[in-house]
């Protein structure tokens, strides 16, 4: 979240706002019914949540369902341990670089490296895994850094997966010419190391997946921009006040929270999300113009990733 537009002066939603984590259970419960098997905890940063380990007990006592968060991994060393009693199941963090120059350039809140890194290590510790790390690949400011990145990783056998530089939400200040396209980021790195692609592990998979012919592991490439794959999302998006998002690059979400707090019944909430989801026509990465571009889109640090 910059911090020339949420500075101390910013003023956040007041709590009563919020979807409680029982509103969060409510909501889950009638997603599951629909058939979602795969719930992701995210931000903004969700562990800057008082007691989000409250929230995860809640959702990992449902059967069948991978819950995993991603973070920025620096409260890990404090709080893995509880959220994996909690019923966690593993974790995704984000990391841009590993030179310290880069990667304060591109936190904007003072955390270092060294900080993610012990995150990592914490979440190893108690059996968050598969660890994932996300890389967002910017051209001209951490692409240098996707080798380093690669090597590091692989050593440790954790997934790394390089995203396209987005342009999620309108404060950014994202340009084309600085998305490092996936097709280059692979052959940098096959260059080095050989490599080849895998199949993905499900339908609607985000991730490009390749593996190095050593066995050493897998790393993955996200290409929303230079690849979209709109026609195989299966991706709705909870914001923490209750809207519900069909698309990361949304204008305008539809309220849940009115119909949770009004005493919607369970099937009531099953029958609003899929008028919802059903009809939708969301193609923004696909349709990608001056057009699109200028449209005021809901900032990532609000919709998650």
């Known amino acids: 979240m910059p911090k020339e537009v949420f500075g101390r002066n910013f003023h956040f939603l007041p709590q009563d706002q919020l979807l409680t984590f029982e509103e969060i259970e409510t909501l889950s419960l009638a997603?599951?019914?629909?058939?979602?098997?795969?719930?992701?905890?995210?931000?903004?940063?969700?562990?800057?949540r008082s007691q989000i380990e409250r929230l995860i007990a809640k959702l990992s006592a449902l059967p069948d369902?991978?819950?995993?968060?991603?973070?920025?991994?620096?409260?890990?060393?404090?709080?893995a341990e509880k959220l994996k009693a909690a019923g966690l199941k593993r974790v995704t963090?984000?990391?841009?670089?590993?030179?310290?120059?880069?990667?304060?350039?591109?936190?904007?809140?003072?955390?270092?490296?060294?900080?993610?890194l012990l995150g990592i290590d914490a979440a190893e510790r108690v059996g968050l895994h598969p660890i994932k790390i996300n890389m967002v690949v910017k051209r001209g400011m951490n692409d240098a850094s996707v080798l380093p990145m690669a090597r590091y990783f692989k050593e440790r056998g954790h997934i790394l997966r390089f995203i396209e530089y987005m342009d999620v939400g309108?404060?950014?200040?994202?340009?084309?010419?600085?998305?490092?396209?996936a097709v280059e980021i692979v052959e940098r790195i096959g260059e080095e190391m050989a490599v080849e692609p895998i199949e993905p592990n499900y339908h609607g998979e985000v991730a490009n997946r390749y593996r190095y012919l050593d066995g050493s592991g897998e790393f993955g490439v996200i290409a929303s921009v230079t690849q979209p794959f709109c026609q195989t999302c299966t991706r709705l998006?909870?914001?923490?006040?209750?809207?519900?998002?069909?698309?990361?690059?949304?204008?305008?979400?539809?309220?849940?929270?009115?119909?949770?707090?009004?005493?919607?019944?369970?099937?009531a909430l099953i029958e609003t999300i899929s008028s919802i989801w059903?009809?939708?026509?969301?193609?923004?990465?696909?349709?990608?113009?001056?057009?699109?571009?200028?449209?005021?889109r809901i900032e990532m640090s609000y919709i998650g990733g």
């Open 278 to 296: 059903s009809p939708r026509t969301d193609r923004y990465s696909e349709q990608r113009s001056e057009e699109t571009e200028s449209l005021q």
């Open 170 to 181: 309108h404060t950014n200040g994202w340009r084309l010419d600085e998305v490092v396209p």
């Open 65 to 79: 369902t991978d819950l995993t968060m991603t973070t920025n991994g620096i409260l890990l060393p404090s709080m």
């Open 93 to 116: 963090i984000s990391l841009d670089s590993l030179d310290e120059a880069v990667f304060q350039g591109m936190n904007d809140v003072g955390a270092s490296v060294q900080d993610v």
């Open 31 to 48: 997603f599951h019914a629909m058939g979602v098997r795969k719930l992701r905890l995210t931000g903004g940063e969700p562990l800057v």
């Open 237 to 267: 998006r909870l914001s923490a006040d209750g809207m519900l998002y069909t698309c990361l690059f949304a204008v305008k979400g539809h309220d849940l929270r009115e119909a949770v707090r009004s005493g919607a019944s369970h099937e």
